[in-house]
Each structure stands twice: as C-alpha cells, then as structure tokens.
C-alpha cells in the first residue's frame, strides 16, 4: 500500500464501555502505539514497533510522550444554526428559544446564510477536533442541505435532520404536519445514508409540535426505521410543566413521544435531566438513548444529568455541546463540565469515562459505533492528536504528573483548541490543525 501512513505516539485504545465495567478493563492508553492508517480506513492499531516492521513503506507521522492520539470527538447532540448567537446571557429555556434563538434561525431562511453558517460551523468544530456531530437544522429543506454538502465537501460523516414545529413558534419559523412529513420524507430520499450522511427525523420537542405533527413524524419514522430520530426531553423544570399543560392526557414528558410513535431504539434525547421513574424504565427497555449536554445545562440553569445512574440502568449515553445553548465549541470544555457535574452528583467521573463518552459513547448513541468512535482495525479514520502541554499552565501541571492519565486530565480540564494538534478525517490530514508532529 503506497498511501499507508503510520501515526505513532501514545494512543488511545477501548476494549468496552468504560461506564459499565472497571475503566481499567475497558481503556487504557499504548504508550508506545501506532496507527496504520490506509486510504480512508484504519488498517491496524497495535505497538509502534510491531506495526513499523510489518509496514516499512508506510510514511510515520510521529508524537511525543506529552500527546495522545484519539479518535475525532463525536458531538452528539448541536443545533448548528446558532453558531453565531452562543453565549447569550441571563435567560432560561423558554426565554432564550425566543429572544436569541428564534430571530437568529429565521435568518437561516437565506439559502447564503445558511450555507455560510454550516461552512463556519463546521471549520470551528474541526478545529476543536470534532469529526462528527449530530445536528439539528432550522425548518428550511435548505438549511439541511447546506450542512449536509458542507460535510461532504470535507467527507465527514455526519448525522442531521430539518427541524419541525408547527406551533409556539414565530410564523416565519413554523411548518405544518403533512409538510414537515413530505419535506422530512424529500431529504431522508435525498441524504440518508449517501456518503458518510445520517438522517435523523427531527421534531424539535413536544411544545413546538402539534400532536398531528408528532403522529405525522412518528409514521415516517415507522416507514424509514433505518432514520435516527433526535429530539429534546425533560431539559427544564417549566418546560416539563408546560408540556403537562399541554398534554393532560400524557403519563409524562417521555409520553408524549411515545404515543406518537417516537420511542425506539434509534431514538436519541437531548438533555433528559429530570426524569420520572417511568421514564427511566421505558428508555431502558427500548435501547434508546440519552445525551449529555453538561455546558448548556449549566448555562442555561437546567440541571444536573445523572450520568452514573443512568448507565447503571444500561442506558445507552452520549456527550455534547448543544451549540449554542452550550457555552463552547469543544469537546475538552464539555468533558470539563460533565466532570464538574459529577462532582456535584458525589460520581466524579474518571478522564477514561470522560474519554469515551465524547468518542465511543457518543458514537453509540448514534448507532455509528461501529464506524466511528474508536481506534481499531476497520474502523473510518477520523482521529484527533491531543497536545498535552498546550499552554503554560496545563504543561507546569503536566510536569507534575505520574502518568498519562494524570497528565491527560489536565488538557481535560483546562484544554480548548490549542490543544488539537493534528485533525484527521477520513484519513486526510486536516490542513487548519495546528501540527506538533516531531
Ligand atoms: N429545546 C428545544 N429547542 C431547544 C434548543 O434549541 N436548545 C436547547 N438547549 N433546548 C431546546
Ligand atoms: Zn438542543
């Protein structure tokens, strides 16, 4: 193979989820590891040494010790129309859906500014080392297209879906039940599964969804089950009494969805911070699974997930940004606050179940984990190399460390974007990163 490329350094490695088992069992780092990387593929991951005299043609790629080679981060759950209003101040759920983000999807209704917003949204989250999301649109066809071709345009596998709401919205931002359907139904025709492309059938939560629209959704769903479905649960206190006004009928939140249509497997829920017993039993029994989103749910006042009581029930778990109710771009930022959000639930959670979360873990809440998420043999070839000295003050940290996991922690907690050295997708070195390649 003439375009075989070996990256070598320390490398990341899983053998299981490290929620569910010891993460001493389920992870662990090579020290003196190697990737083979062939065409768009991982053609092996084993010791530097081994894999250098299997494949003495393959040009090296080489790490020190104070980096950490990892799949790209998988965000599972962002809304990338509102790149450009993250970080709005002082409001909660409901308040900030309509005085920040509402104006700003409606600017989407221009094809061009939709187009540009994909292009920037996607550049900044490469940047940060994020090879794959998982994104909500608005409710114009043309804004899923546009980050579905700007994904393509860098062959990145990708998961999104059109938003739909038909009611508890501006005009300018509603559809209707049988036109999110037939629209939904156009793009699923267009998008899913060509390249690296995902559709998720996408209602945006219960209040902005007529029960017509709900049931409208949940029969394409049941036509096209090969669909992700993503959607919001359970994220605020008022929103679930909103819901309970709005529903009467409903057991709980979860319900709602349920009776519709909109429980299964391929189902994935935002948020789901308060949760009712019933709930918890149902998202157990059908495999579905829940996503993270620990920097938005502090910024936006929501709650604290119970990340370790939730995988104790099997519950399949995903991490996120929520962009822009999430307050930042990065992985490294929101495993910070998962961390910090366990802290305040008395689960600290270790660097390795960080780790997995916001690769593996997010990889499998999106069904993708077997392409994506994880260094091994078959697997795509997207991967995010980790300077763990990247500023001053994570390296005097890492000085101090007596192991990579020590070490690993620091650029957990107090990393961003200047701690991607290297950005592979599809095995294409990413020509933004900022390479420390020795
Ligand atoms: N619930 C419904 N829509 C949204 C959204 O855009 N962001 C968040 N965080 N929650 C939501
Ligand atoms: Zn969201």
Redesign the pocket.
Known sequence: MTDATLIIGPVLRFAGDPLVTPWEDAVWIDTEGAVLVQGDRIGAVGTSAALIKAHPKASQVRYGQDHLICPGFVDAHV?YP?TAIIASWGKR?IDW?NTY?FPEEMRLADPAYAGAIAARYLDLTLAHGTTTVAS?CTIHPHSVDALFEEAHARNQRIVAGKTCMDRNAPDGLCDAAQSAYDDSKALIDRWHGTGRATYAITP??TP?SSPEQLAALGALWAERPDCLMQT?LS?QTD?IAWVRALHPEARDYLDTYEAHGLLSARGIY??AIHLEPREIDRLAETGAALVH?PT?NTF?GSGLFDTAGLAARGIRLGLAT?TG?GSSFSMLRTMAAAYEIGQLRGTPLHAAQLMWLATAGSAHSLHLGDKIGTLAEGFEADICVLNLASTPAIAQRVAQASDLWEAAFATLMMGDDRAVADVWVAGVLQPAARSSAI
């Open positions: 809304h509102q759920l859906l983000t909500y945006r939560f902005t919001h994220e929103e935002g948020h989103c938005s936006i929520d109710g």
